[in-house]
Every structure is written in structure tokens, then in C-alpha cells.
């Protein structure tokens, strides 16, 4: 079955510090796949996607490609600001599940200092 | 354009007491989505529907049922609450022809 791997946190920054959160996948088929954002008492928020091979997703100064080669889709921003602070979460679905639902990494939770 | 809301926010329960989460979206989506929340585990697929009067079991179905007698609202049930179904539940749809999922804010249920 389809499973999604992300690094574990929390993640601790200063502001304007790189930041990479690491996603892997194993999906059958062609997964198109998802960074979601959770800020705090919030519900989940789309950042951003990518639908197949070599995409590159990309929204409010965050990127992440589409490595089938390597299975990952790993999160990169290149400053990092306090209001950056959120959980965020890889996701993929797959057209070969037939239903559209997200399979779900466990969260890697981003604080970024002053 | 409300999006995807969520009633109630916050409900404490006793084991064993009964409750109705509702959902309701007004984007005339077809996709409808139960997950529930749990720390360190992501989200996992309740039950969802693909149209109205049809439901499917997700990943983790046991002790909840749902039903969609219309589109814009999906219901999740809990006949027999349990301690371990404390949890954030979240709502979520999206069109036939998008893999985009648009979420609710989520309701925090906890079963003493």
C-alpha cells in the first residue's frame, strides 16, 4: 500500500535559516503528491503540490520537487520567518486507489526563533 | 463561501455516550472525507464518499458510521464512545476531477 515517510521534529530554527524537511514515498502507480500546512487550532491548509515526475511545486517562498528516481518530495525555503511556524505535513494519492483520499506522513512540527 | 465547516468545535463525552459530528461544504464537491488526528501518526481516513448516498470504509472505520443523505453534508457518527476515539477530526472534500483537498477547522472530541 501507499505510505509516506517524513523526518522527525520539531524542527528548530533561527529566522532566515534554511530549512529542509525530508519526504519519502512508496505508492504504486503515479502518486501526485502534497505538502500541507497546519498552523496552531487550525485545520490543514495546501501549500503546495506537484502531479508528476521532475514538478516543481512552489508557494510563498517554499519549494519541493518531484524525485521518482530517489521517491522523495523533500520541502525547501530558503529564509525561514516566525510566522513560518506551523506543522507540516507530506501527502500523496493516487489515482489507483480510486477514491482520492490522502495517505498522510506523521507531521513535522517547524519552530522558527527570533 | 463558507468552504468546509465543522459543528460542533470541542465536545467532551463519557465512554459509552453517542454524538454526530457534522460536516458541510458549499462547493458542490463530490469527494467527502472523514480523518482522524493523533499525535506522531498524521491523519488516517475514517470512511468517505464519493457521491451522495454512497459511503466507503477507510483505513480506520471501526466504531464510527457515516451518512450522506446530501451532498453538501457528510455526517460521522460514534454510537458507543471510547476512550481511544479521543482525537481531532477533520472534514475534508474536494471535486471529482482535482486531487486538491479542502479542509474544516476541525473538531477536538474527548471520551472520559
Known amino acids: 500500500g501507499n505510505s509516506v515517510t517524513q523526518m522527525e521534529g520539531p524542527v528548530t530554527l533561527s529566522e532566515e535559516a534554511f530549512l529542509t524537511i525530508n519526504c519519502t514515498y512508496t505508492a504504486t502507480g503515479y502518486p501526485s503528491l502534497f505538502w500541507y500546512v497546519q498552523y496552531p487550532g487550525e485545520g490543514l491548509q495546501l501549500l503546495l503540490k506537484a502531479t508528476k515526475a521532475d514538478d516543481k511545486g512552489s508557494n510563498k517562498g517554499f519549494e519541493a520537487t518531484y524525485r521518482k528516481e530517489t521517491t522523495s518530495f523533500h520541502l525547501e525555503k530558503g529564509s525561514v520567518q516566525v510566522s513560518d511556524s506551523a506543522v507540516y505535513f507530506c501527502a500523496l494519492t493516487s489515482m489507483d486507489t480510486g477514491r482520492r483520499a490522502l495517505t498522510f506522513g506523521s507531521g513535522t512540527r517547524l519552530q522558527v526563533q527570533p | 463561501n463558507a468552504g468546509v465547516t465543522q459543528t460542533p468545535k470541542f465536545r467532551v463525552l463519557k465512554t459509552g455516550q453517542s454524538m454526530t459530528l457534522l460536516c458541510a461544504q458549499d462547493m458542490n464537491h463530490e469527494y467527502m472525507y472523514w480523518y482522524r488526528q493523533d499525535p506522531g501518526m498524521g491523519l488516517r481516513l475514517i470512511h468517505y464518499s464519493v457521491g451522495e448516498g454512497t459511503t466507503a470504509k477507510g483505513e480506520v472505520p471501526d466504531g464510527y458510521n457515516v451518512s450522506r443523505l446530501k451532498k453538501q453534508n457528510f455526517l460521522l457518527g460514534l454510537e458507543s464512545a471510547a476512550p481511544s476515539q479521543t482525537s481531532v477530526y477533520f472534514c475534508?472534500?474536494?471535486?471529482?476531477?482535482?486531487?486538491?483537498?479542502?479542509f474544516g477547522p476541525g473538531t477536538r472530541l474527548t471520551v472520559t
Open positions: 475534508a472534500s474536494n471535486v471529482m476531477s482535482s486531487y486538491e483537498q479542502y
